[in-house]
Every structure is written in structure tokens, then in C-alpha cells.
């Protein structure tokens, strides 16, 4: 169980959830939109995100233990999907899955995948979540701390998507094509990562 700390818990959910690495995917996603049409994307993304990410706070380990699912497999599983998705990022195939969304998809359509999740609401934030507010362990007034923190965070996500809009007009196509394949090659590194960590733990190596 990690520590009950604003602070603490601030910096860990914003480490892992990581604003800037999302920011290529919503680019992506919202490529030859409007700015009013991304920012609602941006929001709905957000929303929904928050929505995935609030019901563990209050339900996730309780969830994983109904279907007796090892907290260790479900961090292999969101793994294992987070790398997918930064393997299509570092080949381009986001941006052929992106370009296949039809015009007429509405802003919830654009918003969940990849977006919404696994990109922000992914293996490694859900567990995280799951950790500070530990349901065994932690009273409602902690889990509710928890939540406002998340609410925080994805704030800053917002940030981030906002001046997604100031980045591709000085770095144009190709620059966006360049980051997306960069941050992808370091969600592949996060992805692995997480799955040797829950690895070990499964098989109790250190």
C-alpha cells in the first residue's frame, strides 16, 4: 500500500499518467479538426478517463478480487496492450487507425481509443490507482482525497492538449509524425517495464 500524501500521491499519478507522452495520440486523433472540436474531444477524453479511473478508486481491487484476477496478471494484460499501442505508434499504424475513424464519428467516438484509454486510463495508472486507495486499508475520506488528486492531474493533462494545437503549427506533419514514433518507442520501454516488474513479482524474483 503506498502512503496516504497529497503530495505523494500528486507526483506519482502525474509521473504515470504522463501528460506529455499523450500528446502525439491527441494530435492524432484530432488531426484536421477544428480547435473548438478538439477541445471537446480533449474533454470528453478526459471525462471518461476520469470515470474508468474514479470507479477502481473506489471499486478496483474489490473488482480484481471478485474475478480473482492477481493484481500481477492485470498488470501483464494492461501491459501487453500499452505496448501494442506504442508499437503502432513507432510503425505510423496509429495514424492509419486514426485516419480510418469515419468524419462522421462523433466526439465520443474519437475520444476513447487510444485516447481515452489506454493512453490515459492505462494499466499502469488503473493499478496505480487501485494502490493509493487500497479499499482494505483506506477510509472514504482518503479515497475521496485520491479522487480529487486524479482530478488534478488530469487537469494538467488538459494543459497539455491545449497547446497541443501551438506545437503542430510550429513543428508541422512531419515533425508530429517524428514525435508520435519517439514517445512511442518510450511507452514500448514503460510497457516492458511493467511487465518484468509484475513478472518478478509473480514468480517472487527480485
Request: proline share 3%; charged share 10%.
Amino acid at each position: 500500500m503506498f502512503p496516504s500524501d497529497f503530495t505523494y500521491e500528486f507526483f506519482t499519478l502525474l509521473v504515470i499518467l504522463d501528460p506529455i507522452a499523450t500528446v502525439p495520440i491527441f494530435l492524432a486523433v484530432t488531426h484536421g479538426m477544428r480547435w473548438t472540436e478538439s477541445v471537446k474531444v480533449a474533454i470528453t477524453a478526459l471525462l471518461v478517463a476520469f470515470g474508468i479511473l474514479t470507479a477502481f478508486i473506489f471499486l478496483g481491487l474489490e473488482f480484481l478480487n471478485v474475478l480473482n484476477i492477481p493484481t500481477e496478471s492485470f498488470q501483464i494484460a494492461g501491459s501487453f496492450i500499452l505496448f501494442m499501442l506504442g508499437l503502432n505508434m513507432v510503425t505510423g499504424k496509429i495514424h492509419h487507425e486514426v485516419a480510418q475513424i469515419p468524419e462522421n464519428a462523433s466526439i465520443l467516438e474519437r475520444s476513447v481509443y487510444p485516447l481515452a484509454m489506454p493512453s490515459i486510463a492505462g494499466a499502469g495508472a488503473i493499478l496505480t490507482v487501485v494502490m493509493l486507495s487500497d479499499n482494505h486499508a483506506r477510509v472514504w475520506s482518503e479515497q475521496l482525497q485520491t479522487t480529487m488528486v486524479l482530478a488534478l492531474c488530469l487537469s494538467v493533462h488538459l494543459l497539455s492538449f491545449l497547446a497541443a494545437g501551438f506545437i503542430i503549427r510550429y513543428v508541422g506533419k512531419v515533425g508530429i509524425q517524428i514525435i508520435t514514433r519517439v514517445f512511442g518507442l518510450m511507452i514500448c520501454s514503460i510497457a516492458v517495464s511493467g511487465m518484468v516488474i509484475a513478472i518478478k513479482l509473480s514468480f517472487g524474483l527480485t
